[in-house]
């Protein structure tokens, strides 16, 4: 069974850094490639931040290019999201993505604010 667990959410203050982890599991990890989603309220959800396979290459949002860091570790079948110079706009719910098995988390909630 396919599952991916997103935890670290929480709030954190304008300029702060929060780092997002996703557990995968039920699937061949080390030959996907993940993303990173966001929703905040109201709005649709947006991509965030893509990973291949390997780790090699990464892409990111305009929105979050240099304060956003996209990793993998395929040995603890692990993906992260490192946010630092976090702003309101940040506010949303994240959500990891395995395109390989179309299949999403539940969701960590992620709150920047003073």
């Known amino acids: 069974q396919v599952q991916l667990v997103e935890s670290g959410g929480g709030l954190v203050q304008p300029g702060g850094s929060l780092r997002l982890s996703c557990a995968a599991s039920?699937?061949?990890?080390?030959?996907?490639?993940m993303r990173w989603y966001r929703q905040a309220p109201g709005k649709e959800r947006e991509l965030v931040a893509i990973i291949t396979s390997s780790g090699d290459s990464t892409y990111y949002a305009d929105s979050v290019k240099g304060r956003f860091t996209i990793s993998r570790d395929n040995a603890k079948r692990m993906v992260y999201l490192q946010m630092n110079s976090l702003k309101p706009e940040d506010t949303a719910v994240y959500y990891c993505?395995?395109?390989?098995?179309?299949?999403w988390g539940q969701g960590t909630q992620v709150t920047v604010s003073s």
């Open positions: 993505y395995a395109p390989t098995v179309g299949s």
């Open positions: 039920g699937f061949i990890f080390s030959s996907a490639g």
